[in-house]
């Protein structure tokens, strides 16, 4: 069982930055980042291995968005710069045992999950 904690949401002015972290009491082989914003489905934002560190991002957030993790405190951040209005959501950690070269973008791969953070990003 791995039990997932985010923290670090908030508001912010667009152009800005803020820092996700989600601390894991357990380990998942890989990592993600998905955010749902009202009215619209989950979505895939970044995701990392745990082991060999190779990451994944959605279009929209490459170039702004770094996923990093930290083995020695077992988290995973997600560091967001050049933040835009659309940034706004409920930003959520999963975790997966499986590495799937697909699926990794659909929520249904995941069945761990934290209970998400509000990111607000303000124009």
């Known amino acids: 069982q791995v039990q997932l904690v985010e923290s670090g949401g908030g508001l912010v002015q667009a152009g800005g930055s803020l820092r996700l972290s989600c601390a894991a009491s357990?380990?998942?082989?890989?990592m993600s980042w998905f955010r749902q914003a009202p009215g619209k489905e989950r979505e895939f934002v970044a995701r990392i291995n745990w082991s060999s560190g190779m990451t994944n991002y959605a279009d929209f957030v490459k170039g702004r968005f770094t996923i990093s993790r930290d083995i020695a405190k077992n988290t995973v951040y997600l560091q967001m710069n050049s933040l835009k209005p659309e940034d706004t959501a409920v930003y959520y950690c999963?975790?997966?045992?499986?590495?799937?070269?697909?699926?990794?973008?659909?929520?249904?791969?995941?069945?761990?999950w934290g209970q998400g953070t509000q990111v607000t990003v303000s124009s």
């Open positions: 999963a975790g997966s045992l499986i590495d799937y070269s697909k699926e990794y973008t659909e929520p249904n791969a995941y069945p761990y």
């Open positions: 357990g380990r998942a082989f890989i």
